[in-house]
């Protein structure tokens, strides 16, 4: 059973569109983190949430932590080319544990 | 100021054989952690390590897996008698604290098993 629950797993949109996608999990974290990870790359930290209900934006990203904070929310809006790539949440304890990841592909 | 390196980028073996991963972590960064990415999934923790002492390696298999972070010199992941299931990406992460920090990532050895 996996800690932390992302979906879609899939998800390719035209360029120019809306899209959110989820992490989520039946535990409660101090912080929750998200990665982009791109081919042949190493993953790269975007952001860390730490307070329930707390939204972060990053360009046009935008990163909700859940009231509860047990799970999360990545919108993207008009999404671009450049946005393709696998994307990863993961929660820290003395490890980081890793979701499954979405796999994003944005078509010209 | 160099990220965190690892070498090879890629590596071929035949089953049986031995599988050495360097890392070198950020510079100022005495804290170490390898992660395995099997095609089409996340990433799994394997090993923690913190200059010559192992601190978690609750992600390692039981057999033909160790590693290493000498006082000199990069930290090495090591496989013995590899097999197919061994083929993965391996990332190594490095942060200059302890795990609840943040943990920057190389960009990973591609291991083959043929």
């Known amino acids: 059973t996996q800690l932390l629950e992302q979906s879609p797993q899939f998800l390719s949109i035209q360029e120019g569109e809306n899209l959110t996608v989820y992490c989520n999990s039946s535990s409660v974290f101090s912080s929750l983190q998200w990665y982009r990870q791109e081919p042949g790359e190493g993953p790269v930290l975007l952001v860390t949430?730490?307070?329930?209900?707390e939204v972060k934006k990053l360009k046009r990203l935008t990163f909700q932590f859940g009231d509860a904070r047990k799970d999360s929310s990545l919108h993207i809006t008009a999404a671009q080319p450049g946005d393709t790539g696998l994307y990863l949440c993961?929660?820290?304890?003395?490890?980081?544990?890793f979701g499954q990841g979405t796999r994003l592909t944005i078509n010209p | 100021n160099a990220g965190v390196m690892q070498n090879p980028r890629h590596l071929v073996r035949r089953r049986g054989q031995e599988a050495r991963l360097r890392c070198s972590p950020m510079k100022g960064h005495s804290h170490v952690y390898w992660y395995r990415q099997l095609p089409e999934e996340g990433l799994k923790f394997m090993v923690y390590?913190?200059?010559?002492?192992?601190?978690?390696e609750s992600g390692m298999p039981k057999e033909r897996f160790s590693a290493e972070f000498p006082k000199e010199g990069p930290s090495i992941l090591r496989i013995q008698q590899v097999v197919r299931g061994d083929s993965a990406a391996y990332f190594c992460?490095?942060?200059?604290?302890?795990?609840?920090?943040?943990?920057?990532f190389g960009p990973g050895t591609r291991l083959l098993v043929l």
């Open positions: 992460a490095s942060s200059p604290g302890g795990p609840l920090g943040t943990q920057y």
């Open positions: 993961a929660v820290s304890a003395q490890k980081l544990v």
């Open positions: 949430v730490v307070t329930g209900g």
């Open positions: 390590l913190q200059k010559e002492n192992i601190i978690d």
